[in-house]
């Protein structure tokens, strides 16, 4: 569902700078039905990839394809549902009215926009906030808010920047519980995160990313296996990337 073949993305540092590598010769794919957890420290590679994917930005070496279509082609972008780590909405719309937006851009039906507002409100626990203004929300209901409005258009693919930060237990474990039902409907998840306990939770593979480098990519099983816990998997391949071997 989301193949990723040799990127790189480098960056120019400043005006008179060099460039920065961000992402080097990453190859990753992600399969239909399974949630996929991509970990790492901040400034891992985790956001560039996200944005290449949703072809914020391009790469400067390699490809990458959403359902087998181009990141670039509006085709991709169709089947993807995204959510940004700090999503910024119409502060003076009301939830159902941003929901309804979000419908109209993708080209559902009223009826449809109505049934899918009902039923997401009800499942991110935000029926009864319906009718307030989205600027009266706290950080963990406008993260609710933001995972509802990405599977507006009921995507097959769906991508979470750091979908658990700033969420109370609450909605840590809405969440959780969302991306379990995406699951089981064979919908593909996708998601970044440095919180290990999350992807030990909920995914079925996981890669961890540091410096730009993939450096572990296996089932979360098997990575458990191979450490008596995945913060100590993720703790070493940090060492391993960082100069002097240190964290």
Not at 10 to 33: N, P, S
Not at 76 to 90: D, H, I, K, T
Not at 132 to 146: C, D, E, I, N, P
Request: glycine residues 12%; contains cysteine.
């Amino acid at each position: 569902m989301i193949r990723i073949v040799d990127v790189s993305k480098e960056y120019k540092a400043g005006l008179w700078g060099g460039r920065v590598r961000a992402v080097t010769g990453l190859d990753l794919h992600v399969r239909e039905g399974e949630i996929f957890g991509f970990l790492g420290p901040n400034g891992a590679g985790k956001s560039t990839t996200i944005k290449i994917l949703m072809n914020f930005i391009r790469p400067t070496k390699g490809s990458a394809t959403i359902c087998g279509v181009p990141v670039g082609e509006a085709e991709a972008r169709a089947q993807v549902g995204f959510l940004p780590e700090n999503p910024c909405f119409y502060s003076d719309l009301t939830a159902e009215e941003l929901l309804f937006f979000g419908g109209r851009t993708s080209g559902m039906a009223t009826a449809l926009i109505r049934q899918r507002c009902a039923e997401l409100l009800g499942q991110m626990e935000l029926r009864g906030v319906n009718r307030r203004r989205v600027k009266t929300f706290s950080k963990g209901m406008l993260q609710r808010l933001g995972l509802a409005y990405s599977l507006m258009h009921d995507p097959r693919v769906v991508i979470l920047d750091e979908p658990m930060s700033g969420l109370d237990p609450l909605g840590r474990k809405l969440v959780g519980d969302l991306m379990l039902a995406l699951k089981a409907e064979g919908k593909t998840v996708f998601f970044s995160s440095h919180i290990l306990n999350d992807v030990e939770k909920f995914c079925d593979r996981a890669g961890i990313i540091v410096g730009g480098v993939l450096q572990r990519l296996d089932t979360v099983s098997a990575l458990l296996a191979d450490a008596s816990s995945l913060e100590e998997v993720f703790l070493r391949e940090v060492a391993k990337a960082s100069p002097g071997g240190g964290v």
